[in-house]
């Protein structure tokens, strides 16, 4: 199983970036999805995630900015940033659960996204 993201680069603040992670290979029902971010020496921080139903739940820094979401049928989940702001610079990670009753979860590669003042 792979999860390819895609999406990020260099934008100015108040900006928009929309990031993309499809996941293929050979899996059942994914379970919930989410995006996560890291800067260097820090740990890696839940963004936000969403459930197989659409149940969506973010972190209290992007409420209000930052848009979730999936296409169950392209194994694919979203994440729409909008007003960027320049701590908001980091590599995004997504990732998805196995199945709805796993613990176990797929990683993809990470994107970087950097907002400059």
């Known amino acids: 199983v792979q999860l390819q993201a895609s999406g990020g680069g260099l934008v100015q603040a108040g900006g928009s970036l929309t990031l993309s992670c499809a996941v293929s290979?050979?899996?059942?029902?994914?379970?919930?999805m989410a995006w996560y971010r890291q800067i260097p020496g820090k740990q890696r921080d839940l963004v936000a995630e969403?459930?197989?139903?659409?149940?969506?739940s973010y972190a209290d820094s992007v409420k209000g900015r930052f848009l979730i979401s999936r296409d169950t049928a392209k194994n694919t989940v979203y994440l729409q940033m909008n007003s960027l702001k320049p701590e908001d610079t980091a590599v995004y990670y997504c990732?998805?659960?196995?199945?709805?009753?796993?613990?176990?979860?797929?990683w993809g590669q990470g994107t970087q996204v950097t907002v400059s003042s």
């Open positions: 990732n998805a659960q196995r199945s709805a009753t796993s613990s176990f979860v797929y």
């Open positions: 969403i459930s197989r139903y659409g149940g969506t």
């Open positions: 290979g050979r899996f059942d029902r994914l379970g919930d």
